[in-house]
């Protein structure tokens, strides 16, 4: 697996999901997710600019792997407390 790299930098995210036709969400209590090709059960859709107050409310980085080893494109991602 190539590298995983850490962001808070909204462009970058928002270029990341979006190249992958991913878009935010929420679950449960207002856990914030990456939601990928069809809707998941549970998931709210959410506009990047409530997406983006929550992830800065709660002091949150984007841990994303651009490519897997076989050249792929990659989906992961975890959202992840801010390294101090």
Request: proline letters at 2%.
């Amino acid at each position: 697996m190539t590298e995983a790299v850490t962001t808070t930098n909204h462009k970058v995210i928002r270029k990341w999901v979006e190249s992958r036709e991913g878009r935010p969400a929420v679950v449960g209590g207002g856990v914030l997710r990456i939601d990928f090709g069809d809707a998941e059960e549970g998931f709210r859709a959410v506009s990047w600019d409530e997406f983006f107050n929550i992830f800065e409310d709660r002091k949150l980085a984007f841990l994303h792997q651009d490519l897997l080893d076989n050249g792929q494109v990659s989906r992961f991602n975890k959202l992840i407390e801010r390294p101090n």
